[in-house]
């Protein structure tokens, strides 16, 4: 890093952090009082890091991403011509910061890898398409052998993409990816995993996504998801899908998983306790939809963006907002201090934070209500902002990429140093990258020595900070069978829980005399150990675990109890049939998280539970507990009972719409029928009973309503005599006059335009015609549009970005003009539309400069999933806009922000552009002073 760079820095942590008159004293980051931060490592040691890990000696192995989607920074950027990196970073003075650097592999295969663990001699990297395993059998830190242990991921040189890979307690890798796809994943079995989404986005690398694919279990995973695996490449099973981004997951002792998950910029990230089996939310259940196609009339965007009121979906966790997530860690040991022991971490690049989360048992699930700022570059409620005019913000710079523990138990942060967040471009053109270690003050951190070569060591190792440290001390010890079982007992009386827990997941898969050590756990006061015994028994003992769990049936916590409910389906439903009643019997109708479980577990089997626990009874004196799992579980048999009830006036008019709702998520033909009789009728009933029947007649309900005429059908109007100026203009026959009158006909009409445009995106338009088209559009007022023909036919105009940060804005001024272009696409407060990302807080992510480029090069950096589309109806209309779902029916989010859902039978053809929705300054009559001055007033403080 430059020498200026570091004093920017300092210079306004300073202004944040200690006031003007104690710049000297600022920190390089903001961390709490007991702890203290150091600069470990910096650039050109390395570059670009992107995950870490950390070895028995206490180095960190990092993955660099220099190649990082360079075909959007081919303008100078730092190329590693033959492939990224793997880097090892040693201090090896112990002077606390890092002295040396070696490259353990440069690969071609190798590009914008997003995931390592290093176990002992193997470096697992994940890289989409695929997770390679490097070996260095003779110990001189390069690699003696690489094989492809998994391929198939989609999202090749993308944020979306695979991640990284964790060892988890049970002995078993997890491995989580992005919606990318689509992924087509085989074990060694010859199991494929299929999963997409409608999600697609430009990239040299793209293979078409489409949602709706089967697995070989029958089930259709959708976008993002999580596999656990057997490290011999066996054994594949999906853990949890359907989410957005969700950049890596950390499984800690006691056998949970934790991930966040990016936002479709709509200020909805969250961070995330997941269940096994579980959908998580994102798009539809096939993915065929997004969230903004699926958005039910007056659900919140958080709500809605999540499917949180849809059945068969996960809680969402703490939605926190605005960000780009990215590593995730939880603090196990007391290195840092007791008082952090079991703190979660999820680091946000887009936010300059890492927060940090007591996870506390609630119910059945856990809380994460105490989000706490653990680490920032930022103060922690940004007071005091300054923009500079001349120099960035460089705070704002700090990209935590990923977070880890050393062997010595110090934090390291790593740092992809960068004005923006990394998903879609990069501004620093020297690879730029740091980390960070924090500690306790006043403590020594010597690095321990690890000894996995007596059993005494590798015990010593389970209890080790580093998680793949002690993941290789877990693949050791069960080797040598029985004989651990003393050393591994001492652990039961550790005082630190996720000790125990590791020694549990251990002995349960060392027969009758470790499966004795630890069945006393089942009957003690820490519920979390209680659950920790019973995956371990269900993972290496099932006979054992099937016959404790009919005795925790009748005592067991609710966290024990749903957990049950989720491992009891794999086994025989005729052995678990009478569990599960009592499992039905617990519920207290008001548990999201039980709920959910008992869904994830009997949604395959809905109909035959519904018979055997509720077909006799009154459908008008189910409890709310019965009346809340029937809609989690939707059963067709349900159909009459659910029609009574929606027609009962002595129900509340509550139970009653819960009753509508649970029909809406039903495809039979007994339920739209209900639909149909009830949408005559008057009332608030009537009235969702006719939303329901628009929206399910293009999705599941299609088959049903073919011949049902919605009264506010939205199509397109035809425009059959363009298709007729198309054919001529394209016509080679034609003569000249025709193809002029063609042409002038097409540019006359707004309509028209938009065909001339598909023409160009299609390389059909005819050279011959291109000097005939005029540079600019003054008849077009649609600036999107303006901005699409400008591409293809026109001669952009530019507005100087160096000019705009060069002059001071006025937020009054900027407000006045925000409300004129902003508000048109952009959501600001409780005003505007959301076509484009919230801006509300757009301060949070990204500094004063790097938002002016936001705006002057629109479509530098396009918003993953906010790529334009064209799509050309079989009437002769065509649309511009966001491709919002793309199934049995297309849904189009026009530029002018009308929705159109149209039956995928009436598309004739559909085309993405490389082009942003927003366009450039000067299509929308802005200059530079309007610029400074928009800037401004979204830079001040939330609005």
């Known amino acids: ?100 650097s070696q490259v353990f592999v440069q690969d071609e295969d190798l590009r914008s890898p997003l995931g390592i663990a290093v176990v002992g001699n193997q470096v697992i990297v994940s890289c989409s398409p695929n997770v390679i395993v490097y070996t260095d059998t003779d110990g001189d830190d390069q690699p003696d052998d690489k094989a492809v242990f998994l391929t198939g991921f989609g999202g090749k040189d993308h944020d979306h993409g695979l991640h990284a890979g964790q060892l988890g307690p049970d002995g078993k890798w997890y491995f989580i990816t992005g919606n990318a796809g689509p992924h087509h994943v085989k074990d060694k079995d010859g199991w494929t995993l299929r999963s997409g989404s409608v999600y697609n986005e430009y990239t040299p690398y793209s293979t078409e996504n489409v949602p709706s694919q089967v697995s070989d279990d029958g089930k259709v995973y959708t976008g993002g998801l999580i596999i656990r695996i057997n490290p011999d490449g066996s ?52 993915g065929d939809r997004t969230w903004q196609a699926d958005r039910r009339p007056g659900q919140t965007i958080a709500d809605a963006h999540w499917h949180q009121h849809d059945p068969g979906v996960l809680p969402a966790g703490d939605i926190y907002g605005a960000g780009s997530p990215t590593g995730m860690l939880r603090i196990e040991g007391d290195e840092l201090g007791e008082e952090y022991r079991g703190l979660l971490l999820s680091a946000d690049a887009g936010r300059n934070i890492i927060f940090g989360y007591h996870p506390k048992p609630e119910a059945s699930g856990y809380s994460l209500a105490d989000r706490q700022n653990f680490i920032a570059s930022v103060d922690v409620d940004n007071e005091g902002y300054i923009w500079h005019q001349v120099e960035a913000d460089t705070s704002k710079w700090f990209r935590p990429s990923d977070v880890t523990l050393g062997t010595d138990g110090s934090l390291f942060v790593a740092d992809w140093y960068d004005p923006i967040v990394g998903g879609h471009q990069m501004r620093d053109k020297e690879g730029q990258g740091k980390i960070y270690r924090i500690t306790r003050k006043g403590q020594d951190y010597p690095t321990p020595s690890i000894d996995f070569a007596t059993v005494s060591g590798q015990v010593a190792a389970l209890r080790n900070p580093a998680v793949h440290v002690r993941a290789k001390a877990a693949q050791l010890l069960p080797k040598q069978g029985a004989a651990v079982i003393p050393e591994l007992e001492t652990l039961l009386d550790a005082p630190n829980p996720f000790y125990q827990a590791r020694a549990i997941w251990l002995l349960a898969g060392m027969g009758a005399p470790g499966i004795g050590k630890i069945k006393p756990f089942l009957k003690g006061d820490n519920r979390e150990l209680v659950l920790t015994t019973v995956r371990a028994l269900a993972a290496h003992a099932p006979e054992t675990f099937l016959r404790e769990a009919k005795a925790l049936l009748l005592s067991a916590d609710p966290l024990v109890r749903r957990e049950l409910a989720i491992l009891l389906r794999n086994t025989d439903y005729e052995k678990t049939a009478p569990l599960y009643t009592a499992l039905i019997e617990g519920y207290d109708g008001k548990d999201p998280w039980y709920r959910n479980s008992l869904g994830i577990a009997l949604s395959e089997r809905a109909n035959e539970v519904f018979e055997a626990e509720w077909q006799g009874l009154d459908p008008l004196k189910w409890s709310p507990a019965q009346a809340s799992l029937i809609w989690e579980l939707h059963p067709e048999a349900a159909v009459p009972a659910l029609k009574l009830r929606i027609q009962s006036e002595a129900l509340s008019s509550e139970e009653r719409m819960q009753a509508l709702e649970t029909l809406a998520f039903i495809p039979h033909k007994g339920a739209v029928e209900a639909f149909l009789d009830l949408s005559d009728e008057e009332g608030i009933l009537a009235e969702k009973a006719r939303w329901w029947l628009q929206f399910r007649k293009y999705n599941e309900w299609q088959a049903f309503l073919e011949d049902w005429e919605p009264p506010l059908d939205n199509l397109p109007a035809p425009q059959p005599e363009l298709l007729v100026s198309v054919n001529r203009l394209s016509d080679s026959l034609a003569t000249g006059d025709e193809q002029q009158e063609a042409l002038n006909s097409l540019a006359e009409s707004p309509e028209g335009r938009l065909h001339l445009a598909l023409l160009a995106v299609k390389g059909s338009f005819p050279d011959s015609l291109q000097a005939q088209l005029p540079e600019e559009w003054p008849s077009e007022g649609r600036p999107a549009v303006k901005h ?57 992510k990204i500094d004063a400069p790097t938002l002016v480029n936001a705006i002057v090069q629109p479509d530098a950096a396009i918003g993953f999933g906010s790529e334009a589309w064209l799509v050309r109806l079989k009437n002769g209309a065509v649309l511009y806009g966001l491709l919002q779902s793309n199934g049995p029916v297309v849904t189009v989010l026009d530029s002018q922000g009308q929705r159109f859902v149209i039956p995928a039978s009436e598309v004739a053809e559909k085309r993405q552009v490389p082009l942003s929705l927003m366009p450039k300054p000067a299509e929308m009559g802005l200059t530079a002073q309007g610029i400074a001055d928009i800037r401004a007033y979204l830079m001040q403080g939330d609005l």
């Not at 192995?61 to 990082?68: I, K, Q």
């Not at 910029?265 to 306790?273: E, G, I, P, V, Y």
């Not at 407000?815 to 484009?836: D, P, T």
Request: hydrophobic letters at 40%; one cysteine or more.
């Open 1 to 100: 890093m430059k020498n200026s760079t570091i004093s920017a820095l300092l210079l306004l942590l300073g202004m944040f952090s200690c006031g003007p008159d104690s710049r000297d004293e600022a920190p390089l980051l903001f961390v709490p009082e007991d702890l203290e931060v150091t600069l470990w490592a910096s650039s050109p040691l390395f570059h670009n890091p992107t995950n870490m890990d950390v070895d028995a000696k206490g180095r960190v192995w990092l993955t660099e991403a220099v190649n990082y989607r360079d075909f959007r920074n081919a303008d100078g950027h730092l190329v590693q011509e033959a492939g990224d990196r793997i880097m090892i970073l040693e201090d090896r003075d112990g002077d606390g910061k890092a002295d040396t």
């Open 788 to 844: 699409l023909l400008a591409q293809f036919f026109g001669r952009p105009q530019e507005v100087e970005e160096a000019a705009v940060n060069e002059l001071e804005g006025d937020a009054a001024a900027g407000k006045v003009l925000a409300a004129q272009n902003c508000l048109v696409c952009h959501r600001i407060g409780e005003s505007g539309n959301e076509i484009g990302p919230n801006l509300s807080g757009i301060r949070q």
């Open 235 to 286: 054994g594949m099973e999906v853990m949890a899908h359907n989410f957005r981004n969700a950049y890596e997951v950390f499984v800690d002792s006691f056998g949970n998983m934790w991930q966040s998950d990016n936002d479709d910029q709509t200020a909805s990230c969250r961070t995330t306790w997941l269940m096994e089996g579980s959908n998580a939310g994102f798009f539809s259940e096939e």
